[in-house]
């Protein structure tokens, strides 16, 4: 009798374009414009790929605050 081995899947460390894009929940289009010019990217040959903790810098340093602190102390929503 032949024993199979389940091996657990390798948790992802890089993402190709439309996977990044759909992490982001960004078009291509929209991922292309925004985010790849500011992302490190993995080049080999013809593939891209884009590391998960580009992905999670990326999006920290492009959070902003729904709200803000107004001077009187109180939150006030931000008006884009």
Known sequence: MTTRIRR??????ALSKP???AALGMSINS??????PELR?????KLRLFPIR?????LEENAD???HLAEDG?????VS
């Open 54 to 58: 580009e992905l999670e810098r990326w």
């Open 31 to 36: 991922f292309e414009r925004h985010a790849q």
């Open 8 to 13: 657990a899947a390798a948790p992802r460390l």
């Open 74 to 78: 109180h939150l006030q929503r931000k």
């Open 19 to 21: 996977e990044a894009a």
């Open 65 to 67: 605050l729904a709200v």
């Open 41 to 45: 990217v993995i080049r080999r040959g």
